[in-house]
């Protein structure tokens, strides 16, 4: 079995849905598709969408909702 790394090309805060009132794009163990959003990166009220980058079976995230995180930082795995 083999991951890949979803890591966040921004320092700022990580979001897994685009509005508090709206599910998150996707929940640990959920299929993702290359180009499916997994989350947002806001940086100064600008906001960055993340995408999966591979298909894969399954995605955990490794990052809370509104946790800060650093540019580099891996926010998820996807299992391939």
Do not use: C, W
Request: glycine content about 8%; charged content about 20%; overall charge negative.
């Amino acid at each position: 079995m083999s991951k890949h790394e979803i890591r966040s090309p921004l320092p700022g805060t990580f979001y897994r849905s685009s509005a508090p009132d709206v599910p998150p794009f996707k929940s640990d163990g959920d299929a993702v598709a290359s180009n499916e959003a997994i989350g947002l990166i806001e940086v100064m009220k600008t906001f960055q969408e993340i995408q999966a980058g591979v298909a894969g079976g399954s995605i955990r995230f490794l990052v809370d909702n509104e946790e800060p995180v650093m540019a580099g930082q891996v926010i998820a795995e996807v299992v391939l």
